[in-house]
């Protein structure tokens, strides 16, 4: 019963009713979200609205920037210089050097010709596709690509094609079908990295199946920008494609800085298209100067050092290492995603309740988010955690796998 019951119209009641009904159908359901309220800045360690000291050990802060004090220095600075912001779209009166030495610094970070800049990947993916492919051609994806992709690709009108998650021979047989079919130009899409399993996708093999079909490539790099690579480049540094990969996407809300904001970086051809066409970049307000100023501070330092990739890399070599050492089952792999297996989804969901109150953060993901039966907690390292704090988190670990009888 709510306050305003009282007040509303019967096509209001069955609206609002509705509404009701589905919240606590998800609640029944145990997939209603709660959000954690956090009364610090973002960091290794936070501090959570009850007061509790956390080890964080679920944010996408890979290279430990978000609430970091050089980068508040630098956001403050820029805003000093900049402004707040800009009231404006960016080909009206939105666009400042800040953006343009930004996405110049983008380009040149990630190998490439140009970038333009977008309010967030989520609208970088929503507004590449549309502009760029139309009917005659066909978009060729991962099942597993991030919601964004999906979404963007909806709004295309070019044929989809879907390849099982990770599976060449898939892949091949759409390429193929998608050349039967006569299309024109043909686009495979990727996550760099696949957020849930920490899957680092099969850069090189899927450039040459590009090249043998004639297809241009187009990764996500949300999980891989800023430490994926000998120098932090990304994924298709990691697998020595750069300089073969048609179109990058990624965002500045994880490891670059942590704030938000997102970009396509490609060929400059594509780039001016997308700037008179992309819908997300013609139609919404242009970056916080602050951010765009602070992101450029980021690329700067990642470009002269790799001392925050390489902490990263050495911190999640050791958690694996050492996870693996008590008992626990993970995904196998390199990435700072830890998928760290409980399978049953009330095990994932009392282990990260307990982790919780013995000082660790980590999220339980299960179905649907995951398949049934394949419920985890997924740890992200990050280069901002100490060897003690991951010793610390370990110690939790064991204790809480202890407890629950997942290891001896
Ligand atoms: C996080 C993420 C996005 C969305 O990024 P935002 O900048 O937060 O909108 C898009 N794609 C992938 C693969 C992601 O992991």
Redesign the pocket.
Known sequence: MSAHDNLSQPHQTAFYSGLQKTISDLRDAGLYKVERVLASRQGAEVVASDGRHLINMCA?NYLGLSGNESMVQASIKATEEFGYGLSSVRFICGTQTVHKQLEEAIAQFLGTEDTILYA??????GGVFEPLFDADDAIISDAL?????IDGIRLCKAARYRYAHNDMADLEKQLQDATAAGKRHKVIVT?G???MDGTIAQLDKICDLADQYGALVMI?E??ASGFMGATGRGTHEHHNVMGRIDII?G????ALGGA???FVSARREVIEILRQKSRPYLFSNTLAPSIAGASLAVLKQLSSSTELRDRLHANTAHFRREIEQLGFTIKPGTHPVVPVMLFEATVAQQFAARLYELGVLVSGFFFPVVPMGQARVRVQLSAAHTTEQINTVLAAFAQAGRELNIIK
Request: hydrophobic content about 35%; some cysteine; overall charge negative.
């Open positions: 996408n967030a990947a989520f609208d970088a993916n690509n991030h919601a964004s992709i996550d990295v696949f957020s996500d949300c999980h996407t965002t500045l809300g994880k938000m904001g997102g």
